[in-house]
């Protein structure tokens, strides 16, 4: 709480500091919502301790989410919106850096709340996930200009599934630090079946079928703040893994995610499948806004990178799981093979329905 105190006095702030609480439900940094008064006037700020474990160099890390914050202020303004609601407005230190370091060493970054806004970790319909599409294809269409050799990799392949089974997944499960892999070998068998798949896109990054563009790279609903009062998308949020990617894993990670009957670590997994409702709806959305731009062979990949992606999350999870919990967050000693195992149901529910979901792309 010191270092988070001391955080704090280093914003330039307005007013008097009324409370600050942990919030959010977020996978990797630690998120509070700090209020202020400044007479008569309340001012809420997210404070973020970044988690300098995943993101190695925080410098790079902000730097790319200044230029891209301030590249899509100019693209709001030009459209007649409101640049201080429709993205991240980042407040900088006392000495007008990006964001601070604690004397313990940790880093702390801050922005403004998002006025009258609101994330879910679960749609409540197939309206709201379709404004959550719309959020993410505009958000890429927006930065369709912007340059990507500009941006920073912070993750560097983090979308390359093949990579990770093969530098990540394979070596967690020789070596087995924390011997679990015996307990989770319907995981890990159906990772194994399935890794002759997991090359097919960056196979066709290199045939130049498929172009890199700037995505978000982690389509979570809960990265998307909607207006309280109408529950339309405002502002997409967590900037971290803005990087060159392909408009397919922002596509297929937000299905993976929302578009799930379940909350993504039920363990019941009769409860886990495809909801063919939310996969169109936000397919409608996504592509109302950035389907233009997309090439054929994208379009023929949409229904897959779904399947993909979740596969990737299976497998991301279990390592985790393997390696002892050192990533994701977790709320109990299981958390990341629940997650793991749920992840797996769900692209077995939609290697099921594959034909459908291909057919209602087709449709759109
Ligand atoms: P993580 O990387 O841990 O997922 P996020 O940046 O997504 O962290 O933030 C966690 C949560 O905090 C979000 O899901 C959202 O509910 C809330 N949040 C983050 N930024 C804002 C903001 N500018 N305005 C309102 N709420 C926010
Ligand atoms: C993490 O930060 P958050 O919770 O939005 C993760 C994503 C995963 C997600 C799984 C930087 O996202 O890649 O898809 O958890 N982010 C990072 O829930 O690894
Ligand atoms: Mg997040």
């Not at 993101?55 to 693209?75: A, E, G, H, I, P």
């Not at 015996?182 to 196979?203: A, H, N, P, Q, T």
């Not at 990341?336 to 992840?343: G, M, Y």
Request: glycine share 6%; proline share 1%.
């Amino acid at each position: 709480m010191d270092e988070l105190r001391e955080a704090l006095s280093n914003f330039a702030f307005d007013g008097e500091l009324i409370s600050v609480k942990e919030f959010g439900s977020g996978h990797i940094n630690k998120t509070y919502i700090a209020k202020y008064k400044d007479g008569e006037k309340e001012q809420k700020y997210v404070v973020q301790k970044v988690n300098n474990g995943v993101f190695k160099d925080v410098d790079k890390l902000m730097k790319n989410v200044f230029d891209v914050t301030s590249y899509l202020r100019k693209v709001i303004r030009e459209e007649g919106g409101d640049e201080n609601r429709e993205t991240l407005h980042y407040i900088k230190t006392l000495d007008g850096d990006k964001y601070y370091r604690c004397s313990d060493g940790s880093f702390y970054r801050a922005y403004v709340f998002v006025k009258d806004s609101v994330s879910f970790d679960f749609a409540e319909n197939a309206d709201m996930f379709k404004s959550s599409g719309i959020a993410f294809g505009r958000f890429q269409r927006r930065l369709g200009d912007f340059d990507a050799d500009s941006l920073h990799e912070t993750i560097e392949n983090f979308h390359n599934t093949k990579w990770r089974y093969e530098n990540e997944f394979l070596p967690a499960l020789t070596l087995d630090v924390k011997d679990r892999a015996s307990g989770c070998k319907d995981v890990v068998d159906f990772i194994i079946e399935r890794s002759d798949k997991m090359g097919i896109l960056v196979d066709l990054i290199e045939e130049n079928k498929l172009p890199l563009r700037v995505t978000h790279n982690d389509t979570k609903l809960n990265n998307v703040m909607f207006d309280e009062q109408t529950l339309e998308c405002v502002c997409v949020i967590d900037l971290d893994t803005v990087m060159p990617g392909l408009a397919l894993y922002d596509f297929g990670d937000a299905i993976r995610f929302g578009a799930n009957t379940a909350a993504d670590d039920e363990k019941d997994l009769s409860a886990v499948g495809i909801n063919l409702e939310y996969f169109k709806a936000f397919a409608e959305g996504f592509l109302s806004e950035c389907g233009d731009t997309l090439n054929q062979c994208e379009k023929d990949h949409l229904a897959f990178s779904a399947w993909l992606l979740t596969l990737e999350l299976s497998m991301r999870f279990l390592t985790d799981y393997l390696n002892g919990d050192v990533y994701f967050k977790t709320n109990y000693l299981e958390h990341n093979l629940v997650r793991a195992r749920n992840q797996m149901a769900l692209a077995l529910s939609m290697e099921e329905h594959m034909s459908e979901m291909e057919e209602i792309v087709k449709s759109i």
